[in-house]
């Protein structure tokens, strides 16, 4: 549990810090070459999901991101493995990032707009909260191949 507060804490910190840095020293529309054309800081206020999917039901992506952090937290008092708790806090933390921005930015609460700023050549501009729940992702079907349960108990294969 320990573990899994401490991964969700500093996700949610970081993403928090280094959007306020972007919106603090971004213009919108005038990206900044970080890494050349690597990476590049361009601030944009995304209201839908991942590429900008689903910009009109921004409520109903916020409700579908409340339920697993909500999901995330129950599932976590069965934790018993390093793997799946830093994989369930990088999920928390990115999943009440991006929370936080759709109920607390502009234009309204729920409607808010989900703040990001990461850009690499050929992908959607993103943020800290984004790679959090992607490495999550990764780290989940990685436990899972490896056939470590939630409990941290190895999964016996016939």
């Known amino acids: ?42 601030l944009i206020r995304n209201s839908g999901a991942a590429f900008s999917l689903g910009a009109g039901y921004t409520p109903v992506i916020s409700a579908i991101q409340i339920v697993i952090a909500i999901g995330v937290v129950y599932l976590s008092r069965r934790l018993g493995s390093v793997g799946w ?12 990032g991006n929370i936080t921005d759709r109920i607390f930015r502009a234009p309204s609460p729920f409607h808010g707009h989900v703040v990001d700023f990461l850009q690499t050549p050929h992908w959607a501009i993103f943020n800290v909260a984004d790679m959090a729940v992607t490495s999550a992702a990764i780290l989940l079907v990685i436990q899972t191949l490896r056939g470590i349960r939630l409990d941290g108990t190895k999964e016996q294969r016939k």
């Open 1 to 42: 549990m320990v573990l899994f507060a401490v991964a969700g804490i500093v996700v949610l910190g970081l993403d928090q810090l280094t959007k306020a840095l972007a919106l603090a020293h971004l213009t919108p529309g005038e990206p900044v070459d970080v890494i050349g054309s690597l990476l590049r800081f361009n």
């Open 85 to 96: 708790a830093v994989a369930f806090g990088l999920l928390f933390g990115g999943a009440v």
